[in-house]
DNA sequence: GGAATAATGGAATAAATATTCCAAAAGCCG
DNA sequence: CGGCTTTTGGAATATTTATTCCATTATTCC
């Protein structure tokens, strides 16, 4: 007659990386339904906030019951407490932005606001893109190379000097010793890598000669070579110790950069704080 | 008994973008109920995909039949339809995202992925504020002022710099005359700004005294000075012909330049083009 | 100013959706 | 192999949510 076999009934996550959290430190440990839930959930947990139970339930191929038991067990009282919080999430910040996005398109195509519109579209793509593609390891093992480096050296031409001259400016704010090789004067600074530093090469197509050249140097002569592009078939590839690609959207004839500078700065950040 | 006064029954929007269009083509014809839903769709357009009518109802302040009846005439057969078009809509591009971003997130705290996925973060967050906040008027203007200079001169030094060396490739590459004050070797170039130049001048907390210097001079001497800043309140303001604020998040001490570049861009394209 | 028409709000109904429950199946242990 | 516990699927129920209908109120036009 004693029927209180309830598992420790945890409380229900309040945010959704608490959710993401659960999720992960759950799921090995359940039955096979169960665990079907908590995968699928977790690769999609953005179609919560708009589909039913049995959507979901179709998605992650178990029958509806197994996923309202699912809830259940993360603490919610059931699904709709669940949808809740997603609901609840995505309501600031999105929301009025896309409406936003919407009109400034509209305002007459070729516009100064239209085209901007278009130009945040292209950064927040390859944001998203570069979210869903970066390689971990490459990351880390680049920031390893990177912080145990004499000096960095950091080349990158044309588009991708803007990139290198915002890298140079934190690696002198974090105190990390850093050289900015920026072709002034067509001098060539060559000769001031020295054994034990490292090259922080940058190029995207159509990739310029001088980067590769000195990318190609500095791997002949032994040093690290730590190569950001936008593909891994790019020539810059062969002479790259580490290699990181990210994706970005062009509009028109331009590049955002966003995806570009956001690797950036988590790279010398990691770097800096790394060394210290 | 005829009962067919039935208005020409329009065809329902097939995506979001017609949807925006046909709320701006109605709404003014509108009686008032339905006008009220026009307008608080228009503008909430995010939420639909996430509530119901009665919560709708409630924001647009109107009772639920008039929501109702809003839809209808939309061309809709009701409100689970038009929920339909934006519960579709939202589902590519969000999902896979936000989920691949809260794995990268947990990745350790302090790892180089972690990090980077707080960039990632910053920077969109920045991209959408600057959506949401863009003053139309103040761009044209810009774009105005800029088209009609004889030669446009380019200032902004540390964080901004990245973002000004992005300019001057951009005008390059559009042949459109612009000179890039770099300060480098301390040389001042403040007598190359000739009657009919005009000054784009960048600058963030905490501001360049050079910048607002070169702004103060330009300014003196009768010249444009177009301003990007981080807030109205900036000390570059009053030196500004023209101002344009890019709401920038930070994480940590630093920035992520990705609304400030996409701003810059779309201000070089459609200067590039317009003087075309 | 009054008849005709359109718009409105709220209550009643229909439909969709979440949730519970229980009998059957599967897994586990002696 | 047989009793016990856990897991499962589906059907029954409860709840929420959308939708319709109609009497009342405002507008328009003559």
Redesign the interface.
Known sequence: MDDLPLPPILPAPLT??EF??RL?ALSPALPRRLRQCAEYL??????I???TVAELAVGADVPPSALMRFCQMLGFSGFSEMQKLF?EA??P???????????????GT????A??????E???LS??A???S?D?AA??Q??QLLASAGTIHLVGL??A???V??LA??FE?MAVPAMLHDG?GRLDHRFALRPGDVLLAITFAPYSEETIALAQDARARGLGVVALTDTLTSPIARHATTLLTVPEVDF???R????T???A???A??VG?SRR
Chains 1, 2 share one sequence.
């Open positions: 959704v990386e993401h959290a992960a977790a690769a999609n947990a953005g179609r906030a708009v589909s609901r995505y309501a910040g999105l929301p009025d932005y896309a409406t936003r996005l919407a009109n400034l398109k509209q305002s070729g516009s100064p606001a085209l901007l519109a278009e130009f945040i292209a950064g927040r944001l998203e570069l979210a869903k970066v971990e990351l880390s680049s920031v044309r588009r000097f803007p990139v001259t915002y400016h934190v704010k002034a028109g004839a331009f955002s950069l966003s995806a500078i956001a690797m700065i988590a790279l950040v990691a704080s």
